[in-house]
């Protein structure tokens, strides 16, 4: 196999061809639980691996959003934050799943 070797300062990730990539990018970021989202506070913070550089991000910023699953709780008839996160990702989530449900109190 030709891997080339990283420069200075490289990332020895970013070294590998994308084919090698992808599949680490969704070990890392494709959880088994699903992703709750219980109201605006309780939004989680994007994976420390989204955060690293603009080419990861870029890369594997899909693989999160299709991959996984997100649940958002309602409360009070509430799905603004839904309504919102919907808009914001159109286009991204085009094969994943994601719903809500209905609560009286929020687990």
């Given amino acids: 196999m030709d891997s080339k070797k990283p ?4 990332s020895r990730l970013l070294s590998l061809p994308p084919e090698l990539r992808n599949p680490n990018y969704r070990y890392a ?3 088994t639980p699903s992703v709750k989202i219980k109201n605006r506070t309780h939004v989680p913070e994007p ?3 989204l ?3 603009r080419q990861v991000r ?8 299709l ?3 997100f649940i958002f709780y309602v ?10 996160w919907c808009k914001t990702f159109d286009g991204i989530r085009t094969n994943g ?11």
Avoid: M, R
Wanted: some cysteine; overall charge positive.
């Fill in 75 to 84: 409360k009070n008839c509430d799905a603004s934050l839904y309504i919102h």
């Fill in 51 to 53: 955060q690293t550089c």
């Fill in 7 to 10: 420069k200075q300062g490289q």
């Fill in 67 to 69: 991959k996984n699953d």
């Fill in 47 to 49: 994976p420390a691996l």
């Fill in 58 to 65: 870029a890369e594997a910023h899909g693989i999160y959003f």
């Fill in 97 to 107: 799943s994601h719903g809500f449900e209905l609560s009286k109190s929020v687990k």
């Fill in 29 to 31: 970021l494709v959880g």
